[in-house]
């Protein structure tokens, strides 16, 4: 029998860099692939128009790709969105911070890869929703679809002619899924 000792929060956030980035799952390393042409456009449609909106309104932070969020503890999960929202309430509580984001956001996004599974993707908005993430947007390139996930059971799928609206997560903002694949 082999036994695996588990990774935690602070070991991740002390490793050196080795030029990927990691996501922890309940305390085993995920190394993630750098991210393609398409999913870079794709993600910074998602979050130019979503920060832009957040900061004139003053609502409160948008958080770019990579950034960690502590999920869970013993053992850790770490998870890092391709985008996040987190409320002005929030972030006034926490302050600065230099490791981790302690606590889920209340709007993560996933920008679904080409070699990543069905059950990878579930597997992640599962995390994000039983930590208590609001609302999780899946954008998925291949279908033109976005999918809007409040829990398990709440899923509404946005197509090219609809408009993403933020609800009461980001209260008064809405786009254009149209302009999320441009």
């Known amino acids: 029998m082999t036994i695996t000792e588990l990774i935690t929060a602070d070991d991740l956030l002390q490793m ?6 990691y996501e922890l799952v309940r305390g085993e390393l995920i190394k993630m692939s750098p991210a393609s ?11 130019t128009p979503l920060d832009q909106f957040v900061r004139v309104h003053q609502l409160g932070a ?5 950034t960690g969020f502590k999920l869970a503890a013993d053992p850790d999960v770490v998870r890092a ?12 509580a926490v ?3 230099a490791g981790f984001w302690p606590g889920a956001p209340d709007l993560a996004a996933e920008v679904v890869s080409p070699g990543d599974t069905y059950a990878q993707v579930a597997d992640k ?15 998925n390139p291949s279908t033109q679809t976005v999918a809007l996930h409040r829990s ?7 197509t090219t002619d609809d408009v993403l609206d933020g609800g009461d997560v980001v209260p008064g903002w809405a ?3 149209r302009d999320i694949f441009i």
């Not at 050196?16 to 980035?21: A, E, L």
């Not at 042409?37 to 979050?47: K, S, V, Y």
């Not at 398990?152 to 946005?158: A, M, N, Y």
Request: with cysteine; charged share 25%; net charge neutral.
């Open 125 to 139: 908005i599962a995390d994000w929703l039983d930590a208590g993430t609001r609302l999780v947007v899946v954008v």
């Open 62 to 66: 948008v958080y770019a790709a990579e």
């Open 175 to 177: 786009l254009p899924v």
């Open 16 to 21: 050196k860099d080795d030029g990927f980035c």
């Open 152 to 158: 398990r059971h709440h899923i509404r799928i946005l």
């Open 81 to 92: 969105p391709d985008a996040a929202f987190v409320r002005r309430e929030r972030v006034e």
């Open 37 to 47: 042409h398409q999913h870079g456009r794709i993600a910074l449609n998602f979050t």
């Open 95 to 97: 302050g600065q911070t």
